[in-house]
């Protein structure tokens, strides 16, 4: 929640769904933006003092092909 809560306020790109069914997740949500915005995404996160360990980008091409 922390991440939808600074990304929001920080107008960064993206925007929360639900975690796709073929990854298991604790809460069940993610931040869904492009991969082309990660660098920037982690950078806001990091400095916001949200770590960003254990974060995994997930390449949906890769899950629904």
Sequence with gaps: MGCETLCIERGLPGRTIPVPGEVAAGCGLAWKALPAD????????????????????????????
Excluded: H, K, S
């Design 38 to 65: 990660e660098e920037l995404l982690r950078a806001e996160l990091a400095a916001a003092g949200i770590p960003t360990e254990g974060y995994t980008v997930i390449d949906m091409w890769e899950v629904v092909r």
